[in-house]
């Protein structure tokens, strides 16, 4: 058996431990969480900080890690969306191939353990059936078009289908945004996962431009169809007059458990309506430090709090992000939010997000047997049991 104590332990399903000490299998399944002095001191590897569950990340798209730099920052939503197609097919196979192992490589390193992973191709099933990290693929489709519902959804099937095939991997259809589905799209879809017991994962309100859409069929999403060359898609796409995330709860049925990506614009009459509304699990997804690179602003944290909303947390991708690492999005919730307890904070980076994407029998926490990893987080103020600038986190197994 291994022994790691640290300043405090964080088994998230249970309150904090000061000293206390985890017991692991060399495998890496948790044994139990002693208090101090349990064991004689030359038994016992001494960590300084803390020590908690691996970390989850809800929201990535690995096959995009070779765009790291490619986008400005602070242009908007609207304005980071126009190059994506054309600069994804401006690189070889061999280069995209290499930033996926890279930024797996990096989540490893910054005690990530699973990944809620976007894919529109095949081009990370190879590292991820490697078997490193657990991963729930999204592929994701998208179409506005109703006429094209049933080809692009054969399209994801398809997808779906060459995902990898493994006890760390689970593998869900994806709709893009509200913004790139139709109804009919998106109740295929529905019924889809709800079939193959997947999740609804779908981006939410990362831009105000996303509401004025659905509301008046104007804004920044009106141009940026007619920039693409989709010059009619107010033909075939009718304003609701609703909230784009009332949109999206109109369609789906409920027999899927939700999670609502980025919800930067999102009210709290909507978060209350959706609370009342849909019938199974929503999972609301913070990606920090992405909302800050493409518009500058950051959700309303406390409206759900307030809430008692189910919080996870992502990186987005690199293409939108300077580091695919979970403490650093927690840090900049901490440093605009400094009443958010830490307690709190790695909840929604472990146990929620292993909830949320379906591993939580094995992740989440350390319990008796689960294999969740474990994590130290160093530079902690242990005296309030607050991030600082200066916290970093490493693998400890």
């Known amino acids: 058996m291994l022994k790691f104590q640290a300043d405090y332990v964080f088994p998230v399903s249970r309150p904090p431990v000061q000293n206390g000490i985890v017991v692991v299998n060399p495998d890496g399944t948790i044994a139990e969480i002693v208090p101090p002095n349990t064991f004689a001191s030359h038994e016992v590897t001494r960590l300084e900080g803390i020590l908690c569950p691996g970390f989850v990340n809800s929201h990535c798209h690995i096959e995009l890690s070779h765009l790291k730099g490619a986008i400005p920052q602070g242009g908007g939503l609207t304005e980071f969306l126009k190059p994506i197609g054309q600069l994804r097919n401006q690189y070889s196979l061999?280069?995209?191939?290499?930033?996926?192992?890279?930024?797996?490589?990096?989540?490893?390193?910054?005690?990530?353990?699973a990944v809620g992973d976007i894919s529109n191709t095949q081009h990370s099933f190879t590292q991820k059936a490697r078997g490193n990290l657990y991963y729930h693929t999204l592929a994701e489709v998208f179409s506005l078009n109703p006429a094209r519902a049933q080809t692009v959804m054969e399209q994801g099937i398809e997808l779906f289908e060459q995902a990898p095939a493994s006890p760390?991997?689970?593998?869900?259809?994806?709709?893009?945004a509200p913004y790139t589905v139709s109804e009919n799209l998106l109740?295929?879809?529905?019924?889809?996962?709800?079939?193959?017991?997947?999740?609804?994962?779908?981006?939410?309100?990362?831009?105000?431009?996303?509401?004025?859409?659905?509301r008046y069929g104007t804004g920044g999403f009106a141009i940026l169809y007619?920039?693409?060359?989709?010059t009619d898609v107010l033909n075939y796409f009718t304003p609701p007059g609703t909230s784009s995330l009332q949109y999206i709860l109109q369609h789906l049925s409920g027999k899927c458990s939700l999670l609502l990506v980025h919800n930067t614009f999102t009210s709290a009459a909507d978060i209350d309506l959706a609370l009342r509304q849909y019938s199974n699990t929503i999972y609301w997804c913070f990606c920090p430090n992405a909302n800050l690179y493409i518009e500058g602003c950051l959700p309303h944290f406390d409206n759900f709090i307030a809430r008692n909303a189910r919080i996870v947390v992502g990186t987005d991708s690199?293409?939108?992000?300077?580091?695919?690492?979970?403490?650093?999005?927690?840090?900049?919730?901490?440093?605009?939010?400094?009443?958010?307890?830490?307690?709190?904070l790695l909840t929604w980076a472990t146990l929620n997000g292993a909830e949320a994407l379906g591993f939580s029998r094995?992740?989440?926490?350390?319990?008796?047997?689960?294999?969740?990893?474990?994590?130290l987080i160093e530079n902690v103020n242990t005296?309030?049991?607050?991030?600082t600038p200066q916290s970093t986190a490493q693998r400890v197994m």
Do not use: W, Y
């Open 383 to 387: 005296q309030t049991l607050q991030l």
């Open 187 to 214: 109740r295929q879809i529905d019924a889809f996962n709800a079939r193959h017991s997947g999740i609804i994962s779908i981006h939410n309100q990362e831009t105000a431009d996303e509401d004025v859409f659905f």
């Open 362 to 375: 094995r992740l989440g926490s350390l319990e008796p047997g689960k294999q969740p990893g474990l994590v």
């Open 94 to 113: 061999p280069v995209i191939t290499h930033a996926i192992t890279a930024a797996e490589q990096e989540m490893l390193q910054n005690g990530i353990v």
């Open 226 to 230: 007619h920039a693409i060359g989709a």
């Open 318 to 344: 690199l293409a939108s992000n300077h580091r695919l690492c979970i403490l650093s999005e927690l840090k900049t919730i901490s440093s605009h939010a400094p009443h958010i307890p830490l307690s709190m």
């Open 168 to 176: 760390k991997h689970l593998c869900s259809i994806a709709p893009h």
